[in-house]
């Protein structure tokens, strides 16, 4: 048995989710976010509890990993309704900036031409700095997917770190040519 499945979730006040026709819908303060799960699950709402329970076999390998599986995804989106996420991207470079222009982020990342990224629906741009993005949304899974989409538009190079990253990733810089003897 998946023990991260067994575990259940607790929902903070304003929260509330509804399971109906194999579809979990979580409503909260930020929005609603819903998800289709597999037959094989069921959700069991108690109050202020959500808990998974395996329909059938149990002694399969598949529906295990399907129910730590799905108890994660609706914990992430609870966390989503109710606090959110976000990830911080930098922008190193000799000239290198961004802007936020309604909902387009304007990046300028060393190509002759600027590169704009509209957000998806559900997905917010900000930019403290000329060289620090913040992707923000209520959907865990969309706002990793667009910031590693702004990340692809320059990877990082390693022998100066020109290029996107994340704020947490650490770059191991290569060594560059050495003078002759």
């Known amino acids: ?45 108690d109050g202020a509890t959500v808990t998974l329970v395996i329909n059938g076999q149990q002694d399969k390998d598949d529906v295990q990993a399907k129910h730590g599986l799905y108890r994660a995804l609706i914990a992430n989106m609870v966390k989503g309704v109710s606090e959110g996420f976000a990830r911080n991207l930098i922008i190193n470079g000799v000239g290198y900036k961004a802007a936020v222009s309604g909902d387009k982020l304007v990046l300028n990342i060393g190509y002759s031409h600027p590169v704009e990224v509209v957000a998806p629906q559900g997905i917010t741009f ?23 989409n702004i990340k692809a538009k320059r990877p990082v190079e390693p022998y100066h770190a020109y290029g996107v990253r994340y704020k947490e990733e650490t770059v191991v810089m290569k060594e560059g040519k050495k003078a002759g003897k």
């Open 1 to 45: 048995m998946s023990r991260i499945g067994k575990k259940p979730i607790v929902l903070p006040a304003g929260v509330t989710v509804v399971y109906s026709d194999n579809t979990v819908t979580v409503k909260g303060p930020k929005g609603t976010l819903t998800r289709h799960i597999d037959s094989c699950i069921g959700v069991e709402i």
């Open 126 to 148: 900000t930019c403290p700095s000329p060289t620090e993005v913040v992707v923000s949304g209520i959907d865990k899974e969309l706002v990793g997917q667009t910031a590693a």
